[in-house]
């Protein structure tokens, strides 16, 4: 819900009445395209697959996901320090692993606690 500030009402954002999720689109994040917001954020996709098992759709919600980590894959190498390169590369090599995942978890909408424990622990 929201407040209009101009009549004093409370207002509900949401864009549909039944069980089907959007990805938050009042949120700034979802429009950065850097490795720290990006992490952050993926830290959030446990609740998809916990409200996915509880009857919702949240098919756009993962696309939005899908979508951030492949436009991640694309940045060019920023750092000019080998140390930088070297933590560029890691970090490339473990977003890889998360849209796997994400591909995964959308074809199949289940994910093993293991996957679950894979994701937390690259992001």
């Not at 207002?11 to 938050?24: C, F």
């Not at 395209?33 to 996709?45: A, E, G, I, P, V």
Request: net charge positive; proline share 1%; charged share 30%.
């Amino acid at each position: 819900t929201g407040y209009d500030i101009r009549t004093g009402k409370t207002i509900s954002l949401r864009e549909s009445t039944d069980k089907v999720g959007t990805w938050n689109k009042w949120n700034k994040t979802f429009y950065q395209s850097d490795f720290w917001s990006t992490k952050r954020l993926l830290r959030q996709f446990e609740r998809v697959v916990k409200y996915t098992e509880r009857g919702y759709d949240l098919t756009s919600v993962t696309d939005k996901y899908i979508s951030i980590v492949e436009e991640i894959l694309l940045t060019e190498n920023f750092y000019k320090s080998e140390k930088g390169t070297k933590y560029f590369t890691d970090t490339i090599e473990q977003f890889e692993v998360v849209l796997k995942i994400l591909q995964v978890w959308k074809r199949d909408l289940k994910m093993t606690p293991e996957q679950i424990l894979t994701l937390k622990q690259l992001i």
